[in-house]
């Protein structure tokens, strides 16, 4: 008589995994913000994965809350969403880590029919956190030599302990106060839902292997034997590797906690083949599924270690960008280089600091999101608008800011700096005549492109 009984999933269940998701995939942004610090600041190799397990709290929430095989599963799904949308830098493949991890959560626990917290529960925890390790690294390059791979499980391990840490003991922390605070109850699992439990897992794997596919298979799509080298260059050209005179180079770099080797040319030299016209600027860099990102040309001139690495040389050769300071930089499929003019943004005004605005200058303060141009969206990374007029130190009785550029203005108040315009971003995209600045929110939409000034205004 009760038909909510022929649904796995109560409409409870959905809005709790909804809500777990959306709140995971927003915080994971800020969790790899900070890992990223504690990598800057500690400099070896492991420090990001300290707080993998941060990221697979609100799967394993879903699975011990829940208490239905494949619940975790579906949180991952929706996360990995939530987080691909708002722009991760990984891409599709933060997708694919987030249902493995929550697949790996539901196939541990299944077995553990009265959903017990014991040790089942903290090895899909560890487990779940040390994935992410595996997928990146089977996707950048399966490891040919014995250090590396000593490296990678190295670092797998203290992904493991984060898990066990975070999504296990912190966990269990957590639905002890939520219990207490009568917000959740435990409920025993269905016995009658086993069969069911038994498809949806058998579905949750078909869904990671399709996801998979589709990822390998647009990514031998997207690969390219050429590099377009364009922009402030007297001789533009197609470079292709075993069809050049630079010296292949071999270098030691760390991705993801792990330190290997890359072979591949040197950015600089790539580019001094092409003859630049100016000393100074950004080298843009594409990639085939539309992201960009930059390296100042500088950066490049002071360190042969940016190189263009070479992947599958033989078959369908494809290259990535490794070694540059800022790991937004190491962009995969790189399609085209283009060096290009940088006069950055003029920040004047009612102001105690004026100063240009120049990103190679902010990219520890950036962040990514998709820009809708109309016809197709395009990865972007930007800096808050916000965070740029206050390292101008406006002055007292200053009150709003005008936004200058090549055909209008814009106004924004400080109340709506500071309110609905408070995640307004200054995004860098490639213009006609060099970089272009766009103003724009996170959800994509362009307030105001070709930005020259930023004035302070009483």
């Known amino acids: 008589m009760n038909k909510q009984n022929n649904y796995y999933f109560s409409t409870r269940d959905l809005m709790m995994m909804a809500a777990l998701a959306a709140v995971g995939g927003i915080s994971s942004t800020y969790v790899n913000m900070i890992g990223d610090f504690f990598q800057s600041f500690l400099g070896f190799a492991g420090t990001t994965q300290w707080a993998a397990g941060l990221h697979i709290v609100w799967l394993m929430l879903a699975a011990s809350m829940i208490r239905k095989p494949g619940a975790a599963t579906t949180v991952g799904i929706i996360k990995g969403i939530v987080e691909f949308l708002t722009g991760n830098t990984h891409g599709l493949i933060v997708l694919i880590v987030n249902i493995v991890a929550g697949l790996i959560i539901d196939l ?14 903290y090895v899909a925890a560890g487990v779940s956190s040390a994935s992410n390790i595996i997928i990146f690294q089977f996707i950048a390059d399966i490891p040919s030599d014995v250090l590396t791979l000593i490296a990678i499980l190295s670092t797998s391990a203290v992904s493991f302990v984060s898990g066990v840490v975070f999504g296990g003991l912190v966990v269990r922390a957590l639905l002890t106060a939520i219990e207490k605070a009568g917000i959740y109850h435990p409920e025993r699992l269905v016995e009658g839902n086993r069969k069911i439990s038994a498809f949806y897992l058998i579905g949750s794997i078909s869904i990671v292997v399709i996801f998979a596919a589709i990822l390998f298979i647009s990514l031998g799509k997207s690969n390219s034997k050429n590099v377009r080298i364009s922009g402030e260059v007297d001789a533009p050209y197609e470079f292709l590797a075993g069809d050049t005179e630079i010296e292949l180079l071999k270098i030691s770099a760390e991705y993801n906690g792990v330190e290997r080797d890359y072979t591949g040319y040197a950015l600089i030299d790539i580019i001094m083949v092409a003859n630049p016209k100016i000393e100074n600027g950004l080298i843009l860099i594409e990639a085939s599924d539309g992201y960009s990102y930059f390296v100042s040309f500088q950066e490049a001139l002071g360190n042969n270690h940016i190189i263009l690495a070479v992947q599958n040389e033989e078959k369908d050769v494809s290259y990535n960008l490794i070694g540059a300071e800022s790991t937004k930089a190491w962009v995969r499929g790189v399609s085209e280089l283009i060096l290009t003019k940088n006069e950055g943004i003029l920040v004047e005004g009612e102001v105690n600091r004026p100063f240009i605005f120049l990103p190679e200058e902010w990219q520890k303060f950036m962040d990514s999101a998709n820009i809708d141009f109309g016809e197709n969206k395009i990865k972007l990374q930007g800096v808050e608008l916000r965070e740029i007029v206050d390292s101008s130190d406006p002055k007292d009785d200053a009150v709003e800011i005008m936004l200058v550029s090549s055909g209008e203005s814009r106004i924004i108040s400080f109340d709506e ?29 362009i307030l105001l492109k070709n930005i020259l000034t930023l004035e302070v205004m009483k």
Do not use: H, P
Not at 112 to 121: A, D, G, R, T
């Open 417 to 445: 700096l500071n309110g609905s315009l408070k995640e307004c971003r200054i995004f860098i995209s490639q213009g006609d005549s060099g970089v272009e600045y766009i103003l724009a929110n996170m959800s994509g939409d």
């Open 108 to 121: 541990v626990l299944i077995g553990n029919k009265k959903n017990k917290i014991n040790l089942s529960y």
